[in-house]
């Protein structure tokens, strides 16, 4: 595992989109694991400035997207494919059938979280996946539990996590109880990953994830037993290890 530490988000930032478009130029076709929240906005916009600038395409690159809440209509402000849409996908060369996110309006979890298993591996697997770190150590939609989820699932977020969203609703009742997440299997099978976790509120738990004992109540510490992870975060979320 290779830790960096940057001085600011914009340098975190950059430095993770660095390792994105690396990939993409040495494999133009490669097989990108994506993730959503406020913190991978930033690399977004630089690799966005990238592709504007005619340094990297993503014209072969197919996308697989971690996580989608359940029930939202994939055109909902607050989906995780709206988020894409407006983050990345509207803005670079990359082909709309080539794009994946988990379907949230499928009411049936089982085919749902198959059909999507089944399409990660029909690509060839993950190149690299980003991840974010939630404040409990969740990874994608894996919060804490007695067990790693092997495979793509329905999962009931943690009241922890809803309030965490809620700021992103209008009310906390708007916010989805469940959402359909890569396993955690699904994400250790990935050649490569890249986790990128800011501000000083992210400081314990990136210590617990990747210094501490590796346990499925802290989800991402798993990530430890990868052969090969980056982990880029900015100074106040560096700041403990």
């Known amino acids: 595992m290779e830790i960096i530490i940057t001085e600011t988000y914009e340098e975190m930032s950059r430095e993770a989109a660095d390792i994105i478009a690396e990939c993409v130029k040495q494999k133009p076709d490669c097989v990108l694991g994506l993730a959503t ?9 630089e690799l966005v400035k990238d592709n504007q600038a005619g ?19 994939p055109k909902h402000h607050q989906s995780y494919r709206y988020f894409m849409q407006e983050n990345l996908f509207d803005h670079v060369d990359i082909v709309a059938e080539n794009t994946h996110v988990p379907n949230g309006f499928n009411p049936n979890a089982e085919e749902a979280c198959a059909e999507y298993e089944e399409s990660i591996d029909e690509a060839g697997g993950l190149d690299l996946q980003l991840l974010g770190l939630g404040h409990n150590g969740h990874i994608g939609f894996n919060e804490p539990a007695d067990h790693f989820p092997l495979a793509t699932n329905c ?3 943690t009241e922890s996590t809803i309030q965490a969203n809620s700021r992103l609703f209008d009310s906390i009742d708007e916010v989805p109880r469940e959402a359909y997440t890569m396993g955690i299997g699904t994400i250790m099978r990935a050649k490569k990953i890249l986790v990128v976790a800011n501000g000083a509120g992210k400081a314990e738990i990136v210590k617990k994830a990747f210094l501490g004992p590796i346990t499925p109540q802290v989800p991402a510490s798993v990530l430890q037993l990868h052969p090969d992870v980056t ?8 700041e403990l290890l």
């Open 155 to 157: 999962v009931q977020l």
């Open 55 to 73: 340094e990297i395409s993503f014209k072969d690159v197919k996308t697989f997207n971690l996580d989608e809440y359940r029930g939202l209509d």
């Open 231 to 238: 982990v880029v975060v900015d100074e106040l979320a560096g």
């Open 37 to 45: 929240g406020s913190t991978p906005i930033g690399l977004y916009a």
